[in-house]
């Protein structure tokens, strides 16, 4: 059970990371700002149409008389939002970090530098166009994992009671889960960790995960907030990252004495090989 503190501790540390940097942590908004207004137009799209999709999937119903026809169809118009709700969710996050796959990298590369006692960061040694190609490889068998919780707890949440009060832990849980895999993989996949090596050492501790990515996911379900967390979630788990490796951490450079760092307000250095421009 000490792991759950300890996951909440790097969880808070990643934000504080940020906020000590402030230029870094605008550098880090971008792509959580774009991946917003794509889901919510995606989701407004889904609540204007949602009633014409189920009307056309269910001919079936069109002679039924009122009011089962408009109770079965709005139902199921119901149940598709949340649906579409929740695999948002799951995967806002990895479709966040492939838009923005260079950002992170570089802030992440950051967090290490800075708490790194030799001041270096980890380096995979590969050109861009491989690391967005691994990153998008894994990011959708992630996805397929998630999507198939994700159905199986939707069809868990029409049973009675358990549906309304269990189902809704187990899921936070479960995203919680899949939240950190994909976080931490910016770091991991700097250290060339693959992703059955990633499941595997996230499985061997999954209290720290969830002390991690349990909050996380229930501060995520608020999307503006999801957004100006991501800079301080992948800071907090490029610290979980070198836990889980064992990693040597010590004290951020500008932390702890009250004096400004000479990197606080400048933004994480971008590579040759990972410039987004």
């Not at 690391?131 to 199986?152: F, N, P, V």
Request: proline share 6%.
């Amino acid at each position: 059970m000490r792991d759950l503190g300890v996951g909440f501790r790097h969880l808070v540390a990643g934000q504080r990371w940020v906020t000590r940097h402030g230029r870094a942590y605008g550098f880090g908004l971008l792509p959580a700002l774009i991946t917003l207004v794509l889901y919510c137009a995606a989701l407004v799209a889904l609540a204007v149409w949602g009633d014409d999709l189920v009307a056309w999937a269910t001919p079936f119903a069109d002679d039924w008389a009122s009011p089962w026809q408009g109770l079965f169809r709005g139902l199921l118009t119901a149940a598709l939002f949340v649906l579409g709700l929740l695999l948002a969710v799951l995967t806002f996050t990895a479709v966040t970090l492939l838009v923005g796959q260079p950002f992170y990298d570089a802030l992440s590369q950051a967090v290490d530098r800075d708490v790194s006692p030799d001041g270096t960061a980890p380096q995979s040694g590969r050109p861009l166009w491989r690391e967005l190609w691994i990153s998008a490889r894994d990011s959708l068998r992630i996805l397929a994992r998630a999507g198939l919780w994700a159905l199986l707890l939707f069809a868990a949440g029409f049973i009675p009671f358990a549906g309304q009060s269990v189902v809704p832990v187990v899921g936070l849980f479960v995203t919680g889960f899949f939240l950190t895999e994909e976080l931490t993989a910016v770091a991991l996949q700097r250290r060339r960790v693959d992703l059955r090596d990633r499941l595997a050492l996230l499985r061997a501790r999954k209290t720290l995960v969830w002390g991690f990515g349990t909050p996380l996911a229930l501060a995520f379900l608020v999307p503006f907030v999801a957004v100006f967390l991501m800079p301080g979630a992948v800071a907090g788990a490029t610290l979980m990252a070198r836990d889980l490796l064992g990693e040597e951490t010590g004290e951020p450079e500008d932390a702890g004495d009250g004096t400004d760092g000479d990197d606080r307000d400048s933004p994480p250095t971008l590579t040759k090989d990972h410039s987004p421009w």
